[in-house]
């Protein structure tokens, strides 16, 4: 039970998410989809403003794009804007899902999370009412 536990935890992180799978389990899919389940909605937008807010980052520059591609080291020491946490993780989590259960509770999340980003646009560009 104790290496089933230490696999998970090494194992259960995003870190940049273009690592193969080099472990899996029943309990890891749904820790991992818990974890991850976290990231995503309300909650998750608040906690990835909290981050960038404490990692002083900015909230938002369109003449910085999203990086699709980075390594593992890269990820753990971006300091690019929070909105571009949402392309580079939070949106790709809904694909990234083990279970049933996960996949249709990250549905209704990422919808939230691509609503708040197309009102956030609107804001940012002074189109909002």
Do not use: C
């Amino acid at each position: 039970m104790i290496e089933a536990v230490t696999q998970i935890i090494r194992h259960i992180s995003f870190k940049g998410g273009n690592e193969a799978r080099t472990y899996w389990s029943n309990e890891l899919a749904v820790v991992q989809d818990a974890d991850r389940l976290d990231a995503l909605g309300a909650v998750g937008i608040a906690r990835a403003f909290n981050y960038g807010g404490f990692r002083n980052r900015p909230l938002y520059d369109p003449n910085i794009a999203p990086d699709m591609h980075m390594t593992r080291e890269a990820y753990k020491s971006s300091a690019a804007p929070t909105i571009n946490h949402f392309y580079e993780k939070l949106l790709l989590l809904k694909d990234r899902m083990n279970t049933a259960t996960g996949k249709s509770l990250a549905e209704e999340r990422h919808l939230f999370m691509e609503r708040y980003l197309q009102q956030f646009y609107r804001e940012w560009n002074g189109l909002a009412s």
